[in-house]
């Protein structure tokens, strides 16, 4: 891949496929995504025969295994049972590629075929809760995150269950590109960009939080556009005509936060926007996103990015 190659994407079908499983991908990774060709997409055959799913659908690829030698990113989108081991063919392959530097990803039940190949021997990785017990006996090697919707460690990439997928998949748009091509991507989606995940620091900010209560979703919206201001719990409840107690639990109700707790995670999230954007100071952008100091942004930023806010710069400003 070079600079002006979109990397090549391979996802690898099996028989019994699911539907969904493989949806992902080709939303995320296919051709004239967001009107530009952002990846090469091409399903390739992890096994001979015919290719059906489990309602009936069947895929045709024009390639098989041999196609992963080339390939920059290998999704595995799905296993159609944990105690069947892959066939060895797609094993040995697996293991060149991700030899040679190639990002291997397993989605949902995929991470069995990841740790079949021993890619997972070592490593931290992601597995769908009802499949945790099972995971761990069979490969008592790898360390299993029971909190995690996706983990990456060392080259490989694991994902939780099915809409984690989609999370592990704007994930990978956003390590090739950036935070506004995911954002975008996942808008049209109609998805959340940010869900924490093994490496939650590198996933894009939320779409707003929507709630039944006109006087929240309003609130909200003027909060965001007006992050620099300092906010009173007492006059917010007072500006929506509701008590203290009564506007804290429908907010938590809207956000899943306290107050307190959303609107530092907001200010974050527009400190990640600017260090992305901008060529601002941190003391323009202390001022720009309400925080008191430019050590308590620094020491917020950490904590739930795990770098530095000039680190996060160095790895992902644009370039004009």
């Known amino acids: 891949m070079t600079k002006h190659t979109p990397p090549r994407v391979s996802v690898v079908v099996f ?32 096994e001979e025969g015919p290719l059906l799913s489990n309602l009936g659908m069947e895929i045709h690829t024009q390639v098989g295994l041999a ?7 290998i999704i595995v989108p799905y296993w159609r049972a944990a105690d069947e081991k892959p066939n ?13 530097g190639a990002l291997v990803v397993g989605l949902c039940l995929g991470g069995y075929v990841l740790a079949y190949a021993g890619l997972l021997a070592g490593k931290r990785a992601a597995m769908h809760w009802e499949l945790e017990q099972d995971f761990t ?22 994902s939780a269950g099915t809409a984690a997928s989609i999370d592990c998949c704007l994930y990978i748009v956003r390590q090739y590109y950036s935070s506004t091509i995911a954002n975008r991507l996942a808008r049209r989606m109609v998805v959340a960009p940010y869900r924490a995940g093994g490496q939650a620091q590198f996933i894009d900010r939320p779409i707003p939080v929507t709630t039944s209560d ?5 609130l909200l919206v003027t909060i965001r ?7 009173n719990l007492d006059e917010l409840a007072n500006s929506t005509a509701m008590t203290r107690r009564t506007f804290t639990r429908k907010f938590h109700k809207a956000t899943g936060m306290a107050f307190g707790e959303w609107l530092i995670s907001e200010r974050l999230n527009l400190v990640q926007e600017l260090l ?13 996103t309400g925080f008191s100091s430019a050590m308590l942004l620094r020491e917020k930023f950490k904590l739930r990015y795990g770098v530095s806010p000039n680190q996060w710069r160095k790895s992902f400003h644009q370039s004009a």
Not at 32 to 45: C, M, P, S, Y
Not at 67 to 73: F, N, P, Q
Not at 225 to 231: T, W
């Open 214 to 218: 006109s006087r929240i979703n309003q």
């Open 88 to 100: 060895p063919a797609l094993l040995s392959h697996l293991r060149r590629a991700h030899a040679r």
């Open 276 to 288: 992305e954007s901008t060529d601002l100071s941190l003391e323009q952008i202390v001022a720009k």
């Open 67 to 73: 196609a992963l030698e080339h390939s920059d990113i």
């Open 15 to 46: 028989n019994h496929f699911s539907p969904f499983h493989i949806s992902v991908p080709s939303l995320v990774f296919g051709p004239e995504t967001l009107h530009q060709t952002l990846f090469d997409l091409q399903w390739v055959a992890g």
């Open 225 to 231: 556009s007006q992050l620099d201001q300092k906010y």
């Open 137 to 158: 006996q069979r490969f008592v090697d790898t360390h299993l995150d029971t909190n995690a919707l996706y983990v990456e460690d060392g080259g490989v990439i694991t």
